[in-house]
């Protein structure tokens, strides 16, 4: 879950027209090799490839009862 976006107002005001808002439900499904950039997120019923730089200003948190997690 996305807790907050720090980063440039350009790429802040991007990351909030494609979902990425406090509360929205994400999901990496896909990081390429090398490095992990780009990753390929879910956010909204669409999914994106975002640069590792892009990534690096969304602070997600865990939340168990969405991301599907049970206790063992």
Do not use: C, Q, Y
């Not at 990351?15 to 439900?25: D, N, R, S, T, V």
């Not at 892009?54 to 168990?64: K, L, M, N, Q, W």
């Amino acid at each position: 879950m996305v807790a907050r976006i720090d980063a440039e107002d350009s790429l802040a005001r991007r990351l909030l027209e494609i979902g990425f808002f406090p509360g929205a439900a994400v999901k990496i499904v896909a990081a390429m090799w090398p490095d992990d950039d780009p990753l390929a997120v879910h956010v909204g019923g669409a999914t994106f490839a975002l640069r590792r730089h892009e990534a690096d200003g969304v602070t997600v948190t865990h939340d168990p009862v969405t991301d599907g997690v049970t206790a063992a």
